[in-house]
């Protein structure tokens, strides 16, 4: 059964940078479509990044600032956060894209603080 795991969420100050790891067992990476997804309080769940057969896509709202990678061989997924901003605060998820439902992990929390 594939688990994915994130990690590398906390607390940081407007402007600052976080860089988010996702690792999963199960399954290779390299052989599916993954993403990142994030659900703000009272808010909920949205795309942020995914990777696909041209390139990487992205929300609007994380556009040239935030960048998707993923490394094979370590079986990690990986997303750098550049000029964090308050409304980015939420806790952020990895799965497949199209996501599946049994694949939600518990997620990490980012807080960014104005």
């Known amino acids: 059964q594939v688990q994915l795991v994130e990690s590398g969420g906390g607390l940081v100050q407007a402007g600052g940078s976080l860089r988010l790891s996702c690792a999963a067992s199960g399954h290779t990476f390299s052989s599916y479509r993954m993403g990142w997804f994030r659900q703000a309080p009272g808010k909920e769940r949205e795309f942020v990044a995914r990777f696909s057969w041209s390139g990487a896509v992205y929300s609007d709202s994380v556009k040239g600032r935030f960048t998707i990678s993923r490394d094979n061989a370590k079986n990690t997924m990986y997303l750098q956060m550049n000029s964090l901003k308050p409304e980015d605060t939420a806790v952020y998820y990895c799965?497949?894209?199209?996501?599946?439902?049994?694949?939600w992990g518990q997620g990490t929390q980012v807080t960014v603080s104005s």
């Open positions: 799965n497949h894209y199209p996501p599946r439902e049994d694949s």
